[in-house]
């Protein structure tokens, strides 16, 4: 398993396969509280959080998920990390001598390549940049598991921007045999790059891209939507509030799908704008799930990227999960 946790694509199915059985068994026994067998994986490491956009879901999950795991959490301020007094590759010399891991949020995805690439012991996980959301596609999937049983085969469809959120679920979902769509205004969908990136992974995987969302609504089992707007787009919100209106969740949209269909969002949803109210509070939505599982699945990828080499060599040889 890679060092770190920055995209989909750095794991093979089997990890995001593992992930998930791992993340459904630390859901099921964190009603056992400190006497969970994974309560003190992390006992006596530190995991540093450097964020340099808002979040409400990442960082709490976050921070529940390390002292869960009885690990201890350092938020550092953005104004002393991220570029601004010192390189970045010196800021992560810097932490991989005190911390196990680190998680950060930015913009540009080059930006945790570089904390990766300068350390050779810190992971290093992609909490949202740019261009990836990898941490929400493994709560989205999880999310999707838990409501189908099995996700092969199923009909997932993406309205709206073609962005961080879109392509990590494209990626996750290919890798795991949903049958992704991408609906999205001429010029805002993903690219070819990224579709290709996305399939390359599985022989059968199915991701398929739409201008107009009825038609690529019509028959599906479940329908995501996320912001037209993505943090650090703010200038060009007037521009996309025209751009995407017609991409909008509403009960017509969804009257395509199947019936029952899910929807899901990443969140913050901005109610009126990509969602209606109706459908966001419908019995099929599923969003507080995505939001719930955000915990399960980091505090799996937690002990998966910072116990599972001591698991095989025997610092922790009493606990295997799955
Ligand atoms: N979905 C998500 O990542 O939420 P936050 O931006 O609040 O962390
Ligand atoms: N696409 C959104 C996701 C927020 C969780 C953004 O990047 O702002």
Redesign the pocket.
């Known amino acids: 398993m890679q060092k770190d946790f920055l995209s989909i694509l750095d794991w093979t199915i089997t990890d995001l396969e593992r992930c998930l059985d791992v993340a459904a068994q630390l859901k099921r026994e964190r009603m056992q509280g400190r006497n969970a067998p994974t309560a003190s994986v992390l006992d006596g490491q530190h995991v540093a959080m450097l964020f340099d956009?808002p979040?409400l879901?990442?960082r709490a999950t976050f921070e529940i998920a390390v002292r869960e795991l009885g690990g201890e959490i350092i938020e550092p301020h953005a104004d002393s990390t991220l570029d601004k007094r010192e390189a970045l590759s010196d800021v992560a010399r810097n932490l991989e001598r005190w911390v196990a891991a680190v998680i950060i949020r930015t913009y540009a995805q080059e930006r945790v390549v570089e904390v990766a690439r300068a350390t050779t012991r810190l992971h290093v996980i992609n909490a949202?940049t740019?261009a990836e959301?990898p941490c929400?596609a493994l709560a989205d999937m999880l999310t999707l598991r838990e409501h189908w049983g099995s996700l092969v085969g199923r009909i997932l469809t993406f309205v709206g921007?073609g962005?961080?959120?879109a392509t990590s679920l494209a990626q996750a979902g290919a890798m795991l045999g949903v049958r992704v769509r991408l609906a999205s205004p001429e010029g805002y969908g993903l690219s070819d790059r990224v579709i290709d990136a996305a399939t390359a992974c599985q022989p059968s995987a199915s991701v398929e891209r739409f201008i107009d969302p009825h038609k690529a609504v019509a028959g599906a089992d479940a329908v995501y939507t996320?912001?037209w707007?993505?943090?650090?787009?703010e200038s060009e919100a007037g521009r996309r509030r025209s751009v995407f209106s017609s991409y909008q969740a509403n009960t017509a949209l969804m009257a395509k799908a199947k019936p029952g269909a899910l929807f899901l969002h990443?969140?913050?949803a901005h109610r009126g704008e990509e969602v209606t109210d109706e459908v966001i509070d419908a019995p099929t939505s599923v969003v507080f799930d995505q939001a719930e599982n955000r915990l399960h699945t980091e505090k799996a990828l937690l002990a998966m990227l910072l116990t599972d080499q001591s698991l095989t060599t025997g610092a922790h040889p009493s606990h295997q999960f799955g």
């Open positions: 956009k979040s879901r990442t949202l740019d959301h929400q921007d962005n961080n959120v996320d912001s707007t993505s943090m650090g787009q990443c969140l913050p």
